[in-house]
């Protein structure tokens, strides 16, 4: 039977996408995707979420049609999810870590390791830098017993882009988790450059210390990354726990704004007392889908992504989801019965 999957629906997104075709591959259950990122100024599948299909299509040796850019609607038949090497070439500066969110719970499952050898951005604008999967994102997906590994050869930014990431993972078996109680002792960090004078990544560390104690934070190691990769730009990630916050170098942007601009978004998130920040739970929604067991999470608050992946994990598992707003954050609990 194929499962059809409105991509308007709630914020309509790349998120309807990249959880729907992640579902189909695990549960080997076929699914047409329409409408996709309807409400978006350039409607259809954009050349990142063309390449996210494209590896999910040759892990399970899938069927699919309507896999172009620019295409509104995508039916994707998968076989069995095979472990192994792959290569991905996102083309310029399309997001790595974007496509990580698609191909990830996929490689959960298979049999196998699986390595993933990927090249374009990893510092972009609308996703998470490489900093944020490594410290913030893969430790939440280690909570659920998934066994990954990564390592940044070069960094991306755009338009050059040009990233180079490496992911290994394991065969691993999803637990339930509580995650509702904030983590984390000091605030930590990473303040990136390519192709910048040094100082770009010192003022950037600097402000956001600064703009962090002044509010009575705790701030511990703030490391510099300092390259001449390919690209040319700048980033932060901070972080506290399984909270964090991030920023983009712009031209004509003075670094110490880049810096506060970051610190001030880890510093909401963690005055609200949750356990994570509100685009983690965007990525943790699957997964909790997806565990043995009931799943709990405290969140910042609730994204229009999140409400969406919600909607499309229930809609395709059955996994019942509750959502509470307690205080200033919100608590999201996913029901005991295991996704089949």
Same mark, same amino acid.
């Given at each position: 039977?194929?499962?059809t999957?409105?991509g308007?629906?709630? /914020?309509?997104g790349g998120?309807?996408?990249?959880?729907?075709?992640?579902?189909?591959?695990?549960?080997?259950k076929?699914?047409?995707i329409?409408?996709?990122?309807?409400?978006?100024?350039?409607?259809?599948? +954009?050349?990142?979420?063309?390449?996210?299909?494209?590896?999910?299509?040759d892990m399970?040796?899938?069927?699919?049609?309507? !896999?172009r850019?620019?295409s509104?609607?995508?039916?994707?038949?998968?076989?069995?999810?095979k472990?192994?090497?792959?290569t991905?070439?996102m083309?310029?500066?399309?997001s790595?870590?974007?496509?990580l969110q698609?191909i990830?719970?996929?490689a959960?499952?298979?049999?196998?390791?699986?390595?993933?050898?990927?090249?374009?951005g990893?510092?972009?604008?609308?996703a998470?830098?490489?900093?944020?999967?490594? &410290?913030?994102?893969?430790?939440?997906l280690a909570?659920? +017993?998934?066994?990954?590994e990564?390592?940044l050869?070069?960094?991306?930014?755009?338009?050059?882009?040009?990233?180079?990431?490496?992911?290994?993972t394991s065969?691993?078996?999803l637990?339930?988790?509580?995650?509702?109680e904030?983590?984390?002792?000091?605030?930590e960090?990473?303040?990136?450059?390519?192709h910048?004078?040094?100082h770009?990544?010192e003022?950037q560390?600097k402000a956001a210390?600064?703009?962090?104690?002044?509010?009575g934070?705790d701030?511990?190691?703030?490391? !510099?990354?300092?390259?001449?990769d390919?690209?040319?730009?700048s &980033?932060?990630?901070?972080?506290?726990?399984?909270?964090?916050?991030?920023?983009?170098?712009?031209?004509?942007?003075?670094a110490?704004?880049? $810096?506060?601009?970051?610190?001030?978004?880890?510093a909401g998130? !963690?005055?609200?007392g949750?356990?994570?920040?509100?685009h983690l739970?965007?990525?943790?929604?699957?997964?909790m889908?997806?565990? /043995? $067991?009931?799943?709990s999470?405290s969140?910042?608050?609730?994204?229009?992504?999140?409400?969406?992946?919600?909607?499309?994990? /229930?809609?395709m598992t059955g996994r019942k989801? /509750?959502i509470?707003?307690?205080?200033?954050?919100?608590?999201?609990?996913?029901?005991g019965?295991?996704?089949?």
């Amino acid at each position: 039977m194929l499962l059809t999957v409105d991509g308007s629906v709630g /914020e309509g997104g790349g998120q309807i996408l990249r959880t729907a075709i992640a579902l189909s591959a695990i549960m080997q259950k076929a699914v047409r995707i329409v409408n996709i990122r309807k409400s978006r100024p350039r409607p259809g599948l +954009g050349i990142q979420h063309v390449k996210s299909i494209e590896i999910a299509r040759d892990m399970t040796d899938a069927s699919v049609e309507g !896999l172009r850019h620019g295409s509104t609607e995508v039916t994707f038949h998968p076989g069995p999810i095979k472990p192994g090497n792959y290569t991905i070439n996102m083309g310029t500066a399309g997001s790595i870590t974007l496509a990580l969110q698609s191909i990830l719970p996929i490689a959960a499952y298979a049999p196998g390791p699986v390595t993933l050898d990927m090249t374009g951005g990893t510092d972009v604008k609308w996703a998470p830098p490489y900093d944020y999967f490594h &410290s913030v994102t893969m430790p939440a997906l280690a909570r659920f +017993g998934f066994h990954i590994e990564s390592s940044l050869l070069a960094r991306g930014f755009f338009p050059a882009g040009n990233g180079h990431v490496i992911v290994r993972t394991s065969p691993s078996a999803l637990q339930g988790i509580d995650l509702t109680e904030p983590c984390g002792i000091a605030v930590e960090g990473v303040s990136a450059s390519s192709h910048l004078p040094s100082h770009v990544c010192e003022r950037q560390a600097k402000a956001a210390v600064e703009y962090l104690r002044s509010q009575g934070y705790d701030v511990g190691d703030i490391q !510099l990354d300092i390259r001449n990769d390919t690209s040319l730009g700048s &980033s932060i990630t901070l972080y506290k726990g399984l909270a964090g916050g991030i920023a983009l170098g712009e031209r004509g942007k003075p670094a110490e704004k880049v $810096g506060r601009e970051a610190a001030s978004q880890l510093a909401g998130a !963690l005055k609200s007392g949750a356990a994570v920040d509100a685009h983690l739970a965007d990525q943790l929604i699957i997964y909790m889908a997806l565990s /043995e $067991g009931e799943s709990s999470i405290s969140a910042s608050r609730l994204t229009d992504h999140t409400a969406a992946g919600i909607r499309v994990v /229930e809609q395709m598992t059955g996994r019942k989801f /509750e959502i509470k707003r307690i205080d200033e954050k919100t608590l999201i609990r996913s029901s005991g019965t295991r996704a089949e």
